[in-house]
């Protein structure tokens, strides 16, 4: 049951309860929880909190919103005895960042990744027709051998503090949602498919696991009429749909996949989801999907909005769609981390593109130096060994959970690590050997490559099927007058590029300046809008002049908090839109262009 990641849903054979709402919660500073009985007897002074939300924004005290350490949650589920004979079981789509589940005073199970759903199976434990305490203890602190990276320090008056190598908020708590489920025993327990486009035929190889192996499997196809185009009997087999309607960027068609599972005559189970037709590859320096070459538009984003900090939130998800569908965009990055499943079915049916991150950020001691740490390699440190073996089991869980989307494009396995050291070539050849084979669908992997991991300097480039590039001429560094010593710069970077045998695509999938909405100058300054428009126009410049840049992602859709710091001002400010989601001048720039570019620009 543990590495069941199987949406929910719901049918006569699948119960389903969101368990959102307010749960008890309170902190545990001095890691008494167990000691006191709060497994048992529940939390001993408990307030309310919101489920899903991270808990810090809605604290009027700064020790309250920074607190680090162990926090707990605790809330009481009547469960009926009609779910008697199945496999009960609590999902939690996001625990930030490790979590102990406690089902009437039972631990039930650990886990460690707070951007990835986990499954506790509490059919055991539970009591029917009777409130069950639900609790759980949640940890929030960093280290260097956990992902994100970071450390926690204990300041002098012996509050611990999140001190994060990334450069987004430590957002913690529940911050997706929960559910109650009920499954049979004899069940789906997942499934993946994989297109492949023969002339006018799509072939959909499938393969169902189960949780017992005497079950009969039948899979159906149906297009959006409910009419039935292919079946298939057994746990593996080829779906074959003549004359497809095809999944495409930004003209998305679902198909809807049944499985349905009988032991003798009776039908046991039966689970359904919608999926794409399509296919993906890089060839050259060209990204194609289905055959065809597509230029990517979009964004960096994150889960990041007032209140509720990092909690999946579907009206700011709905209004970035929206958004991005207004700017003429196609695709985005899940920097930096896998988001909540939501959004992919948001993708998928609105026909973007997702490069789905893994949390491996701040992988990189420069970056923990700007925030405020030390500078050496990153993979020079004793923690590497650790650290790996989480990293490469979150990169499992992110594909075990998002394989099926049609939506995503490409798995990034990290966010800026430092790739300028010999030591990090045995992490990356471990890596990128022990993850090939993941993905039934071997979609394309890759990272981004920060403005220090250059052409000269990488030592990691053998590595990715495509580049993404992370470059700030103009704003960390050749900023303000000196923008075009940038261009410069950076044309000389791409030159190298260009003048090499590589012949992979490179996606610009950060670049951006600080913006402070309202602040006018002209001619410009950093941080007014008008310079956020001219660095804009300086990198459009040079993407128009490279074949093989096949995409442009700015950093970022929208105003996000990060830590305080000299740096920041209440956060990042490279949205081109703000934090409430309103436009800044350079949003109605980039519309323009990008509604002038089609999917095929550059073909
Ligand atoms: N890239 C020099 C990672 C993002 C940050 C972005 C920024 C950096 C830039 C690295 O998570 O927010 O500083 O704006």
Redesign the pocket.
């Given at each position: 049951m543990e590495k069941e990641l199987l949406y929910p849903v719901m049918n006569q054979y699948r119960f389903d309860q969101k368990l959102d709402g307010l749960w008890d919660f309170q902190f545990d500073e001095a890691a008494q929880g167990d000691a006191q009985g709060w497994p048992e007897n529940g939390l001993s002074a408990a307030i309310q909190m919101p489920v899903p939300a991270s808990f810090n924004d809605f604290f009027t005290d700064k020790a309250s919103r920074e607190y680090t350490g162990d926090f707990w949650y605790a809330k009481r589920v009547f469960v009926l005895s009609t779910l008697k004979g199945r496999t009960i079981a609590l999902r939690f789509g996001a625990a930030t960042h490790r979590a102990v589940v406690y089902v009437n005073g039972q631990e039930i199970r650990r886990h460690e990744g707070g951007f990835l759903p986990f499954t506790a199976d509490i059919t055991a434990e539970v009591k029917f027709d009777q409130e069950n305490l639900v609790v759980v203890k949640l940890n929030n602190e960093l280290h260097r051998d956990a992902l994100p990276a970071g450390d926690t320090t204990v300041l002098k008056n012996g509050k611990k503090m999140a001190k994060p190598f990334?450069?987004?908020y430590n957002y913690s708590g529940l911050n997706r949602s929960v559910h109650l489920l009920a499954l049979p025993q004899d069940r789906v327990t997942d499934y993946t498919v994989t297109t492949s486009l023969v002339g006018q035929t799509a072939h959909v190889a499938y393969r169902v696991t189960t949780s017992q192996a005497t079950a009969q499997v039948t899979v159906t196809l149906q297009d959006v009429d409910g009419t039935v185009v292919a079946t298939g009997h057994g746990r593996q087999g080829d779906l074959v749909v003549d004359q497809p309607h095809l999944w495409n960027v930004r003209a998305a068609y679902l198909y809807t996949l049944h499985i349905q599972l009988t032991t003798a005559d009776q039908v046991v189970d039966e689970y359904h989801d919608q999926i794409g037709l399509r296919t993906v590859k890089i060839e050259g320096h060209q990204i194609l999907v289905n055959g065809k070459p597509v230029y990517l538009k979009g964004f960096g984003r994150h889960e990041d909005s007032i209140y509720a900090g990092r909690a999946f939130d579907l009206n700011v998800e709905k209004r970035d769609f929206e958004l991005m569908k207004w700017m003429g965009a196609n695709s985005f990055r899940t920097?930096?981390y896998p988001y909540d499943e939501e959004v992919y079915r948001f993708a998928d049916r609105e026909g973007f593109l997702i490069i789905d991150e893994v949390p491996a950020v701040g992988f990189k001691m420069a970056a923990a130096s700007f925030l405020g740490g030390l500078d050496q390699s990153f993979f020079d440190g004793d923690w590497t060994t650790a650290l790996y073996q989480k990293h490469l089991d979150q990169i499992t869980d992110m594909i075990h959970r998002d394989k099926n989307h049609p939506s995503v494009l490409a798995w990034s396995l990290l966010?800026?690590p430092d790739t300028s050291s010999k030591s990090a070539v045995p992490y990356f050849e471990k890596l990128f050997h022990d993850t090939k084979d993941l993905d039934p669908d071997q979609r394309p992997r890759t990272f981004t490559l920060?403005?220090d991991d250059t052409f000269e300097t990488s030592y990691c480039k053998q590595f990715p099927d495509f580049y993404l590039l992370?470059r700030?001429p103009g704003w960390?560094h050749k900023w303000g007058y000196e923008i075009s010593d940038g261009e410069a710069g950076l044309r000389a970077e791409l030159d190298q590029w260009q003048a090499s045998d590589i012949d992979k695509p490179v996606v610009f999938s950060?670049f951006?300046a600080d913006t402070e909405p309202g602040l006018h100058k002209l001619p410009s300054v950093m941080w007014s809008e008008e310079y956020q428009i001219e660095l804009l126009q300086m990198f459009d410049r040079v993407f128009d002049s490279y074949d093989f840049i096949r995409g442009e992602q700015p950093?970022n859709l929208a105003d996000f908090q990060t830590v305080e710091g000299n740096m920041r001002v209440n956060g990042?400010k490279?949205g081109l839109f703000t934090r409430d989601r309103q436009p800044k001048a350079a949003a109605f720039y980039l519309r323009q262009r990008w509604h002038q570019i089609h999917n095929d620009f550059k073909n």
């Open positions: 990334f450069d987004f920097s930096h966010n800026e920060n403005e992370n700030y960390y950060e951006g950093w990042n490279k």
